[in-house]
């Protein structure tokens, strides 16, 4: 169906020709000339705008504005709606059943339902995650812990999907990063290793690059499984 319409605007006037079309009952419909305008007042027309035809007029009702008050009870009531209180639990962290969760604590976010199975698909222990606001992490598991960082290394945002996962001295998870060779610690993402010189070519091109700046160390986040469920703490 065919609309044109013009607007006056600045006027309570608004004017729109509709086309000549059909009801599902296959009666025609005569072309009518449609004018909106404000109601002239009285006893309950304040909140109604009149919608005049050629043939009958109608009130509609409008939706009332709400306060700021009310806006911001209603926000509340929706925010609510989608949060759940804690599920309980031991550890160094709390668990929370709610998909994402604004706590005191930090913002716990539903990574994985199956952790297990998650790893066990990818066929290795480090393994990139997107999660359903399109932000991309990595986990890790290293003698059944779960850590997570960010999806690039600090040094040349270089991919940490094939990070190689190794025990350090103490026995804690290191990974390494491919390109440059740099080392971290995933338990707080301390720099172990800053771009060293390495072997081939290309990382010691990029050690004479690199060597000079300040070491940056790799952004980790808590984690916490229950129930074979992963949460991580991203904020």
């Known amino acids: 169906m065919q609309l044109l319409s013009s607007t006056n605007i600045g006027t309570t006037a608004v004017h729109a020709r509709k086309c000549q079309s059909t009801v599902p009952a296959g009666k025609p419909l005569r072309c009518t000339q449609v004018r909106a305008s404000k109601p002239s007042g009285g006893f309950g027309n304040s909140n109604k705008k009149r919608i005049e035809t050629a043939e009958n007029s109608v009130y509609v009702p409008r939706k009332p504005r709400l306060s700021a008050a009310e806006e911001e009870q209603q926000a509340q009531q929706q925010q609510a709606s989608t949060s759940a209180s804690p599920a309980g639990g031991g550890g160094s962290a709390p668990f929370f059943s709610a998909s994402r969760l604004n706590a005191p604590g930090g913002n716990w976010v539903n990574v ?105 160390p790799l952004a980790v986040y808590p984690t916490e499984v229950k129930n074979g469920t992963l949460m991580v703490r991203l904020t």
């Not at 960082?149 to 491919?178: Q, R």
């Not at 971290?184 to 072997?199: A, H, I, S």
Request: proline share 7%.
């Open 112 to 216: 994985e339902d199956n952790i297990d199975e998650f790893f066990k698909q990818a066929g290795r222990e480090v393994k990139a995650k997107t999660l359903e606001a399109g932000r991309t992490i990595m986990l890790y598991r290293h003698k059944g812990t779960i850590y997570c960082s960010d999806v690039e290394s600090s040094t040349y945002k270089y991919p940490m999907v094939d990070a190689k996962l190794m025990d350090g001295p103490d026995g804690a998870p290191i990974v390494e990063v491919p390109l440059d060779g740099t080392k971290y610690q995933l338990r707080n993402g301390e720099v172990l290793e800053w771009t060293p010189e390495g072997k081939n070519p290309v990382q010691k091109f990029l050690n004479n690059l690199k060597k000079a700046a300040p070491a940056q």
